[in-house]
Every structure is written in structure tokens, then in C-alpha cells.
């Protein structure tokens, strides 16, 4: 599995218009990317990405920690690599508009984000 970039830094939120709020209003963030008819929201921060999101149970808030994203080469080659070594999964393989992600865990539960971006030409309406 190789591994080429950190696309994003992902934080799971309860209540996106709160967090906007923050992230936007108290941290001065402007909105680089909303996608998922709102339910994503990517800010551009240097040259790296901040997303907040509220998708589902499968993702979370806890105050354990925040999950990075780790942009593979192959996605469907580091799925079967994870899953031939037993890794927990918090989220099974899915796919966006923009992306095909999976949600694994590390030997303490932590969650790391197993992303591929979709080429251009492939991608569908991310909104």
C-alpha cells in the first residue's frame, strides 16, 4: 500500500450549523469546497484542507482525537492490503460523487480516513 498525501484533516460535528459557526465566524475560515448538499464542508488552510462534516453514525465527534485522511494510490489494493491484515474497519469501503473512503481503526481505536479522489472526468456533482 502506498500511501501519497494527507488530503484533509476531518473533524466529525453534531450540529453543522454551530459548527460553521465556529469555524467560520470564530476561527475565520473561508469555505474552500460544501459538498453532500451541506453535510461536508472543506475550508482551505495554507496549502492543506480542514473539513468538517456530519454524515452519519458510522462518524462521529469524540474527544479522543480527530481523524487525518491518508490519500492512497490504489484504493481497491490498500482496502484488500487492510483488510488481509485484519484491520478494524469503522466504515467500509463507500464512494462519493468526489471519492471512494473508508474509515479504519489503529490498534487503540483510532480512525484514519483510507481516501482516493476521483479523477476529474470521473467525478459527479459533489454538492
Known sequence: MKIKKLPFVGIPVTQ?????????HVLGLD???EMMSGKWI??????????????GEQWTPSDQGT?????????DQAIKHLKDRQVRF??????TPCCHMAVVQDPDGNK????????ENEKGVCT
Open 16 to 24: 453543522m450549523k454551530r459548527a460553521r459557526d465556529f469555524y467560520e
Open 31 to 33: 469555505i474552500s469546497e
Open 42 to 55: 472543506e475550508y482551505a488552510v495554507g496549502e492543506n484542507t480542514l473539513a468538517i462534516a456530519n454524515v
Open 67 to 75: 481523524a487525518a485522511a491518508l490519500e492512497v494510490e490504489d484504493f
Open 90 to 95: 469503522a466504515a467500509e469501503p463507500f464512494e
Open 112 to 119: 484514519l480516513i483510507i481516501h482516493k479522489l476521483k479523477p
